[in-house]
């Protein structure tokens, strides 16, 4: 197999981990988390959503973390961004990056988002051009790439639809999500064929959630086709309020682990990367996912 010789892990914990867990951690807690996951090493930290905060109550502080965090030179700090709402809030908070997201199939689009596939590329359009016009950067999701919870299987060309779409609007890359953690190497293997043939490996993140233990495996197959950024959740939190089912992304801690002994570099400390999720773990108040902190005796 071709490994790369560098990879890019995206920490999403503080985003798409914290976003579903019932328990609210603190705006305190939430910005001396993310201050600590800075400290890592890590250069691109996903720290809050600004999506309507009856939708994700979790979510609530977003403002008042992004505008409490201490930066640190070279880490880009990036949020969610739904619509122009949304994104004016952001740019109050100094963001440097808008990440707009919708999903491959139409119900769970519909379940997500409250629309259709079709009236959201205008909305997320004006978001990714307001972005550029101030100098911020952009990034897009693509959901249910994998499967759908709702839908089942999830046709190749409605995910090169909107793979195109969200490319023309001038998104710098695209993370393809398996939501409900479906994937498997071998489709993780046909579907990046396909999209490769159309667009550079660099353009693609990829995101896999561990809902079946699949998640290193399908990784290792985006590795040897050319992949090299990644999306992870610290200590494995995570799961999306519309897909039934999901559990969290891949651990960043085990991820870490793996690029580690395959003489994969990423800049990221991985003792300051357990100490984070040590930390955040006490917070939320369960053992988390992640083989590391079991294997380190830290979360049981």
Not at 154 to 179: A, P, R, Y
Not at 195 to 209: C, G, N, T, V
Request: one cysteine or more; aromatic letters at 8%.
């Amino acid at each position: 197999m071709n490994w790369p010789a560098s990879v890019t892990i995206k920490e999403v914990g503080p985003r798409d981990g914290l976003q579903n867990e019932k328990v609210f951690v603190s705006t305190e807690d939430k910005i001396a988390w993310i201050n600590q996951l800075s400290s890592t090493g890590l250069k691109y930290i996903e720290i809050t959503s600004f999506v309507n905060p009856k939708w994700i109550p979790a979510l609530s502080d977003a403002a008042e973390v992004a505008k409490g965090i201490t930066r640190m030179p070279g880490v880009v700090y990036t949020a969610l961004v739904p619509n122009r709402k949304g994104l004016e809030r952001a740019l109050e908070s100094n963001i440097d990056e808008a990440a707009v997201f919708m999903s491959a199939s139409e119900t769970h689009n519909q379940k997500n988002i409250n629309k259709s596939i079709e009236d959201t590329f205008p909305i997320l359009r004006e978001v990714v051009q307001q972005s550029l016009s101030v100098g911020k950067s952009t990034r897009g999701y693509i959901s249910t790439v994998f499967g759908c919870p709702y839908e089942g299987t999830v046709h190749i060309e409605k995910v090169i639809k909107v793979s195109e779409t969200l490319f023309e609007m001038g998104i710098g890359e695209l993370s393809l999500g398996d939501t409900i953690g479906t994937a498997n190497p071998k489709q993780v293997q046909e579907v990046l064929e396909v999209l490769l043939k159309r667009f550079p490996s660099d353009k693609f993140a990829l995101h896999f959630h561990d809902t079946r233990g699949t998640a290193l495996a399908n990784i290792l197959v985006s590795l040897d086709m050319g992949i090299t950024s990644f999306d992870a959740s610290l200590g494995g939190l995570g799961g999306c309020p519309y897909a039934p089912g999901a559990s969290g992304n891949v651990s960043t801690d085990d991820f870490l682990y793996m690029l580690n002994g395959m003489g994969i570099h990423t800049g990221v400390d991985q003792e300051k990367l357990l100490s984070a999720s040590r930390f955040i773990q006490d917070k939320i108040g369960r053992p988390l996912p992640s083989r590391s902190l079991q294997a380190c005796g830290i979360n049981k």
